[in-house]
């Protein structure tokens, strides 16, 4: 980290709202870890307390998480997500019998308006469960998320763009390197580029981020100041969040530029769901939404209803959570088309949870399983699985949970 110099500052400041056409050299970069280094890890994680002979048994899990954490069955599952039953009114699902679409979307659009006038956050929580109108979600979820964008708050985020306009990190090489890798080459959201850069750069240096490590099982990096290595009271947080960019991390913050575009704002809501939500995607824990808890779940909804299609997949050498990995780190981000991705949002603010990730990742390997019964490679298989964009994430989620025979 150093200080820039002014004229360097300057010229920062002149184009920090089209920051995607400033081309640095990147080519020494690359990302810090992927997600299937990440995996590589889980994969190795073992509970020393529990006995684990040589000899595959039936205690031993058939699947690459060897964790014995307790995860939800069907019947548990459909008890917590009951407003996505087939009888229930749903956004995102085209068909329903019961109600006609517009019937139930203009019903729905009235509530919502009713939720966001009384300015009631545990209601719009649930009412976000059956989806938000496209018109309504941006205040919904900002409702659930407390974020109100007062004149201090559009200050905090003054003081970070600052902050990053004096200081160069070595962290910003990253950021731009992950962006250039991923946003910048997805359909959806190259046109974000410069709005991911002001967020991201930002987020960076913003040390109420700390905070959320009260609650993470991880520990930030420290670093210490030049010629004071290993002298506790000179070491400090780095980057200053605590939180090191990894390959695909700009695609947290690339959907919610589709709702917001006050960067101030944006940057607010991007804070608060990674703070609640995505940290959990890539620190370890036994906590239900942590990314081991979601392989696991992953794993065992396909071993228990789907065991032909799950044997065949391991026995070619094509563990299924090896291609449903990248979907889940990333919250689907990137994967599915943006209004599908939405939905999906929506239910995880509803519930409050990110095991639907899991069961979306489930639910996908179902509705492919009679293509995925002939492949005979991982390569194979994941061509099969290769392009989500089509997808309609709240009838596979639906007959996944709901028409499945326990």
């Not at 670093?223 to 960019?245: C, T």
């Not at 036994?286 to 794993?299: Q, T, Y």
């Not at 026995?315 to 088309?337: C, D, N, T």
Request: hydrophobic content about 45%; glycine content about 4%.
């Amino acid at each position: 980290a150093f200080q820039r110099p002014v004229n360097e500052q300057k010229e920062l400041l002149n184009k920090w709202n089209e920051m995607g056409t400033d081309e640095p050299d990147l080519s020494l970069f690359r990302p810090v870890y992927a997600p299937k280094d990440f995996l590589e890890v889980l994969m190795n994680l073992r509970n020393p307390n529990y006995e684990n002979g040589e000899q595959p048994s039936f205690k031993n899990h058939l699947g690459l998480i060897q964790v014995p954490l307790k995860v939800k069955d069907i019947p548990e599952l459909k008890e917590d997500f009951s407003e996505l039953g087939l009888n229930i009114g749903q956004l995102g699902i085209d068909d329903s019998a019961q109600v006609p679409p517009e019937f139930f979307e203009n019903e729905h659009v009235h509530v919502g308006q009713k939720v966001l006038a009384e300015q009631d956050s545990a209601a719009a929580q649930q009412y976000v469960r059956q989806g938000c109108p496209t018109a309504l979600r941006a205040d919904l979820w900002a409702l659930i998320l407390n974020i109100s964008n007062q004149p201090e708050d559009i200050l905090y985020y003054e003081q970070l763009k600052s902050n990053v306009i004096q200081h160069d990190l070595l962290v910003d090489s990253l950021i731009y390197k992950d962006v250039k890798l991923t946003a910048s080459n997805d359909d959806y959201y190259f046109v974000f580029e410069d709005y991911l850069y002001q967020v991201l750069l930002c987020f960076s240096r913003d040390t109420s981020v700390l905070e959320h490590f009260t609650y993470s099982s991880a520990t930030p990096p420290k670093s210490y100041i030049r010629g004071k290595l290993g002298m506790e009271e000179y070491a400090v947080f780095y980057p200053p969040n605590g939180v090191i960019p990894f390959h695909g991390f700009s695609m947290y913050v690339a959907p919610l530029c589709f709702l917001y575009h006050e960067p101030s704002k944006l940057y607010q809501i991007f804070r608060e769901m990674y703070v609640r939500f995505f940290f959990r995607l890539h620190s370890i824990s036994s906590h239900p939404s942590g990314i081991v808890s979601l392989c696991l779940l992953f794993e065992t909804l396909l071993q228990t209803h789907l065991p032909q299609l799950f044997y065949h997949l391991r026995e070619i050498g094509a563990q299924p959570l090896r291609i449903s990995f990248k979907w889940m780190v990333r919250a689907f981000s990137g994967y599915l088309a943006t209004d599908q991705l939405l939905l999906l949002w929506d239910r995880i603010l509803g519930y409050n949870s990110l095991e639907i990730l899991a069961v979306l990742a489930a639910a996908v390997f179902a509705f492919r399983a009679v293509n995925l019964m002939e492949v005979t490679s991982l390569a194979a298989a994941e061509a099969v699985l290769a392009d989500l964009s089509t997808l309609k994430v709240m009838p596979l989620l639906q007959i996944f949970l709901f028409a499945t025979v326990t």
